[in-house]
C-alpha cells in the first residue's frame, strides 16, 4: 500500500515541478505585480552580482524578461541621501531562490516556490501516516496543500510559500515524534530541534509574529522537562537569525533592510539602464521643487498603508470592538478573504483536532492559540489592511500560518468529512486553482474570481481599505460602493450593466429614510428590477425612458461603529433583463513614464442596463423653491464669439425652502441665449454650481461662467437658475429671469477692440 501511494505521490510531484518551467512568462499580469520587483530583482542580484544595490544593469534585467511596461512599486531604500541604493524587502527569499534565478529567471523561481509546496506535501503525508493509513494521509496532504489559496501564490514572486515551508518545517521536525514502541522518538531529536528552530527563523524573519508558533514544541519540550532539547531548539533558531542578519549587514548596512532602512519607499522603472533614484531628484523633492530631468524615474508608493516603514509591526492598536468583530466575520467567511472558503482544509484540520486530538496534546492547543493569536495581530494592528494590501489573493499575511492547522490533526476520522472539503474547493477555488496566474477578464483584476455566484453570496469586506476592482465614488453625502465590470460612473450618472444583477452600496454617516432615483432606461423592452433593503421596485420599459422612484430602505444592511464615527450602509441590488451599449471616455492618470507611449483617453464601451442618478431624500423635488429676487448682477456687453466670459450674479432666495447646493437633485446657474427676435437659440448653457446652500431669505453672489454663441452677432443673454432633474426656474415662477443684451464680436475684431 506504501509503494502505491509513494509512486502516487511521486507521480504528483513531478507534474507539479515541471509545470512552472512550461510557462513563457510567470503568467498574468504580463508585468511584475505587488512587491514581486523588489523580490525578484534582489535574487538576480544576488545571483549575479553578488550584492544587494540597485545598479543600471538589475534594471537591465527587468526589462529583457519583462519589456511590456514599467515596473511598479520596487521598494528600495538608502541611507546616505540615495547615493546608494539597496533592495528594502527581507531578502531571505530572494537569497535561497538566487540559484533558479539564475538558471531560469523568473520561471526558476516559480519552480523553487513548487517545490517547496511539494515538500510541504510530502511533509504533511510523513506526519499524518504517523497516526492514519498511507492513502488517507496523503489524500489529505495533497488536498490540503494543493486545493487552496496557497497554490495560487505559487505563482508569485513573493516568499508567502517559503514562509509557509518554514512553518511546516518548523512543525515537522519539532512536534515530538512517536517510535513504533508509543515512546518519544529521542534518537535524532536533537537533530530535529536544531532543524526545527533553525527554520521558523527564516519565516520570523520575513514577519516577526510568526514567531509565536514556535511555542508549539517549546511547550512539548517544557513539558516532559527536556531541557538540552528546549536548549537546542533556541540555539538553532538564535543561530539562524544571527547569521541572517549578519550577512544582511554585510550586504546592506543593516540587520535586515526591512526592520532598519533610514528612507523606504517605492519607485518605478521606465526604461532600461537607469537607476530609479538619484541623489539630485531627492534633494529637489526635499526642497519642494519639481526635479531635474531625472525625476520622472521617481514614483513613491501612493496610500500606502504601512508608510514602507517597519514601525507598523508595534503602532498602538486603532480598532474598537465593533471592528474587530467585523474583521473577524470578514476573516472566516469574507468574500476576498475567507479562511474557510480559501483553505477549507484548514477548517477541516480543525474539527479534526477537536473531534480527536484535544484531550492528549497541550503542544497542539498552544499551536491552535498561537495562531489565532496571529491572525488577532493583524486584525488588530492593521485592521483596515489585513489581508495582504493591494496585491492580494485570499489572505496575503496569514498564509504564511495555514500549513499550522495540518499539524493539529492526529487521526483523519471519520474521512467521509474530506468530501466536504472537496466540495468547498470545488465551489470557490476552482477559478483560481485553474487560472493560478490570472485570467483575462473585464476590467482585470487578481480578484475577478469573486464576480462568481458562490462567492457573491459572501459579505464584502467594507472594512478593508485596498480591495481592488471596485469604483468607489461620492455622490452627494453618500459614498458608493461597485463592482468595475457592472458599474461605471459617469459624471452624476451611474451605468449599470445589462443582463446581471449589479450590488451597490450606499455608504453614509446617517441613516436614508428615504432615497429618490432618476432611471433612465437605454435598451427597448427592457425589465428592471431595484431592491435596496426590504423595498421592491419593478419597471418595464418599452424604450428609452425616465421614470423617478421612491424608496423607503428601511433598516439598513449595516451599521459600522468604527472609532472616529458611525456608518451606515444600505445595499441595493439593480437587475436589467437587457441593455444597450453605451461609450464613455476612460480618463487615466499622467503617464509617469514616457518611455512607453500611453493614451490619456481611450473610448470604451459598456453594455448598459440603466442609468441611475442619486435625487437624495426627495423632500425638496415637489416644493415651490422658485421664487427668487435678482440683486445687482453685472454682465459684460460685449464678448467674444465662442468664447467664455464671467457675469456677476446676485440672487436672494425669496421660497421658504433652501436652495441645495449639493447631489444630483440641486440648484445650479445657467442661461439661455436668445436671438434679437426672442427665439432661444441655445437652451442648455454651462451650469456654475452654488457655493454653498443657500437658506430661505439668503443671498448669494457667483461669479457665473458663460460660453458665447459661436457665431457674431446681437443676442440677449438669459440668466436663468435651474433645479437639476426637475425644472428650469423659469418655467415656475412666470419667467422672472435676468435678461442682458451682448454684442458677439467676432474674434479678431474683438481683439482689435
Not at 496610500?303 to 486603532?318: C, K, Q, V, Y
Amino acid at each position: 500500500m506504501s509503494r502505491t501511494v509513494h509512486l502516487a505521490l511521486a507521480a504528483v510531484t513531478a507534474f507539479f515541478l515541471l509545470f512552472p518551467l512550461t510557462l513563457g512568462k510567470p503568467g498574468l499580469p504580463p508585468h511584475l505585480k505587488a512587491d514581486e520587483a523588489a523580490y525578484y530583482l534582489a535574487a538576480q542580484s544576488l545571483a549575479f552580482d553578488h550584492n544587494l544595490r540597485v545598479e543600471p544593469r538589475d534594471v537591465d534585467r527587468a526589462f529583457e524578461e519583462f519589456p511590456f511596461g514599467p515596473v511598479n512599486n520596487m521598494i528600495v531604500m538608502s541611507d546616505d541621501g540615495w547615493h546608494t541604493v539597496h533592495y528594502a524587502k527581507p531578502y531571505i527569499y530572494s537569497l535561497c531562490a538566487a540559484p533558479f534565478a539564475r538558471l531560469a529567471g523568473a520561471n526558476g523561481m516559480l519552480f523553487f516556490n513548487m517545490a517547496l509546496m511539494m515538500a510541504m506535501m510530502w511533509m504533511g503525508y510523513l506526519y499524518l501516516r504517523r497516526y492514519n493509513p498511507p492513502g488517507l494521509a496523503a489524500l489529505f496532504s495533497a488536498s490540503f496543500f494543493l486545493l487552496s489559496v496557497g497554490f495560487s501564490y505559487v505563482f508569485w514572486i513573493q516568499p508567502e510559500v517559503f514562509n509557509m515551508f518554514s512553518v511546516a518545517a518548523c512543525l515537522f521536525f519539532g512536534l515530538p515524534r512517536i517510535d513504533e514502541t508509543g515512546l518519544p522518538d529521542r534518537r535524532r531529536e536533537w537533530l530535529f530541534a536544531l532543524l526545527s528552530g533553525g527554520v521558523l527563523a527564516l519565516a520570523v524573519y520575513d514577519k516577526p509574529m510568526f514567531a509565536a508558533v514556535g511555542l508549539a514544541p517549546l511547550w512539548a519540550y517544557l513539558r516532559d522537562r527536556r531541557w538540552r532539547t528546549l536548549g537546542v531548539w533556541m540555539a538553532g533558531a538564535v543561530l539562524c537569525m544571527a547569521v541572517i542578519a549578519g550577512v544582511s549587514w554585510r550586504l546592506t548596512g543593516h540587520l535586515s533592510p526591512y526592520l532598519g532602512a533610514g528612507g523606504r519607499q517605492g519607485v518605478t522603472l521606465c526604461e532600461p539602464g537607469k537607476v530609479p533614484i538619484t541623489p539630485e531628484v531627492v534633494q529637489a523633492r526635499t526642497a519642494g521643487g519639481g526635479g531635474g530631468g531625472g525625476g520622472k524615474h521617481v514614483s513613491a508608493v501612493p496610500n500606502s498603508t504601512t508608510g514602507n516603514h517597519w514601525t507598523w509591526l508595534f503602532r498602538a492598536p486603532d480598532v474598537t470592538l465593533y471592528e474587530e468583530a467585523e474583521n473577524i466575520g470578514y476573516f472566516l467567511i469574507g468574500r476576498h478573504t475567507g479562511m474557510l472558503v480559501y483553505t477549507p482544509f484548514a477548517a477541516l484540520a480543525v474539527i479534526f483536532f477537536l473531534l480527536h486530538g484535544q484531550r492528549r496534546s497541550g503542544e497542539r492547543w498552544v499551536l491552535l492559540a498561537a495562531v489565532t493569536a496571529v491572525a488577532l495581530y493583524f486584525l488588530t494592528f492593521i485592521a483596515w489592511n489585513w489581508q495582504g494590501g493591494g496585491g492580494f489573493v485570499g489572505n496575503r499575511y496569514f498564509i504564511t500560518a495555514i500549513p499550522a492547522f495540518l499539524f493539529l490533526v492526529t487521526e483523519i476520522r471519520p474521512p467521509r468529512l474530506l468530501l466536504a472539503g472537496h466540495v468547498i474547493a470545488g465551489l470557490f477555488l476552482a477559478p483560481l486553482l485553474f487560472t493560478p496566474f490570472g485570467a483575462v477578464v473585464p476590467e482585470p483584476t487578481l480578484q475577478a474570481h469573486v464576480r462568481n455566484l458562490p462567492f457573491r453570496v459572501l459579505p464584502l469586506e467594507l472594512s478593508l481599505r485596498n480591495v481592488p476592482g471596485y469604483e468607489r465614488i461620492q455622490v452627494g453625502d453618500l459614498r458608493v460602493v461597485g463592482r468595475k465590470d457592472v458599474f461605471v460612473p459617469q459624471g452624476e450618472q451611474m451605468w449599470v450593466a445589462g443582463g446581471a444583477q449589479v450590488e451597490l452600496y450606499f455608504i453614509g454617516t446617517r441613516p436614508i429614510p428615504k432615497a429618490v432615483f432618476q432611471v433612465t432606461n437605454l435598451a427597448p423592452g427592457n425589465h428592471v428590477e431595484i431592491r435596496m433593503g426590504k423595498a421592491r421596485e419593478v419597471m418595464d420599459f418599452g424604450g428609452e425612458e425616465t421614470r423617478r422612484v421612491r424608496i423607503d430602505p428601511g433598516e439598513p444592511f449595516r451599521v459600522r461603529r468604527q472609532k472616529w464615527a458611525t456608518f451606515w450602509v444600505y445595499k441595493m441590488v439593480v437587475t436589467s433583463k437587457t441593455g444597450a451599449v453605451q461609450h464613455w471616455v476612460r480618463q487615466y492618470p499622467p503617464n509617469n513614464c514616457p518611455t512607453f507611449a500611453q493614451d490619456d483617453r481611450t473610448q470604451e464601451n459598456f453594455f448598459t442596463g440603466a442609468s441611475l442618478a442619486y435625487l437624495g431624500a426627495g423632500e425638496l423635488l415637489d416644493a415651490d423653491i422658485y421664487e427668487l429676487q435678482w440683486g445687482n448682477t453685472v454682465a459684460p456687453t460685449q464678448a467674444r464669439a465662442g468664447e467664455p466670459f464671467t457675469v456677476i450674479t446676485r440672487l436672494f432666495n425669496r421660497s421658504r425652502y433652501p436652495w441645495t447646493a449639493e447631489g444630483v437633485a440641486r440648484v445650479n446657474l445657467a442661461y439661455h441665449w436668445l436671438d434679437e427676435s426672442g427665439r432661444q437659440i441655445v437652451e442648455d448653457g454651462l451650469r456654475t454650481p452654488m457655493p454653498w446652500p443657500v437658506p430661505p431669505g439668503g443671498r448669494v453672489s457667483v461669479q457665473q461662467k458663460v460660453l458665447a454663441p459661436p457665431a457674431p452677432g446681437r443676442y440677449v443673454l438669459e440668466l436663468d437658475p435651474v433645479f437639476e432633474t426637475v425644472a428650469w426656474f423659469s418655467k415656475k415662477n412666470g419667467g422672472r429671469t435676468w435678461r442682458v443684451p451682448v454684442e458677439v464680436l467676432p474674434k479678431e475684431a474683438a481683439d482689435a477692440h
